[in-house]
């Protein structure tokens, strides 16, 4: 650490130490919590909107890693299948997650893998 940094843990600087950036020590947290299905990602989204707040929904990781490891052949059709653990953390390590703004319809896109699975992921079914 530089001194800046101990000092100030605010404080950050790249690792050529010659610009630094002053980054708050806290950032606003906002946690949704309810029963699948009761709307608590269209409050957060809407939430977000009128805050200019970036979102994140942990929701649709959740769903993500779960297609993928059901894909992968590591969960059953039901989710009894023993998963192998090594098997699920180099699965979630191989994944590239991005969500990206649709312009054209206003929603997030999830991007795996260079794959779009926003339909797979918000479908229930």
Request: negative net charge.
């Amino acid at each position: 650490m530089t001194a800046p940094e101990l000092s100030n843990p605010s404080v950050k600087t790249d690792s050529a130490n010659q610009q630094s950036q002053v980054l708050p020590e806290r950032f606003p947290v906002i946690c949704i919590d309810g029963p699948s299905g009761a709307g608590k990602g269209t409050v957060a989204w809407r939430l977000a909107q009128s805050l200019d707040y970036q979102l994140l929904d942990s929701g649709a990781l959740y769903r993500i890693v779960g297609l993928k490891a059901f894909e992968a052949g590591l969960l059953g059709a039901d989710g009894s299948k023993t998963i192998d653990e090594a098997a699920l953390l180099q699965l979630t390590q191989s994944l590239d997650i991005a969500f990206e703004l649709n312009n054209t319809s206003g929603r997030i896109d999830i991007i795996v893998n260079d794959e779009r699975v926003g339909e797979q992921v918000r479908n229930e079914t």
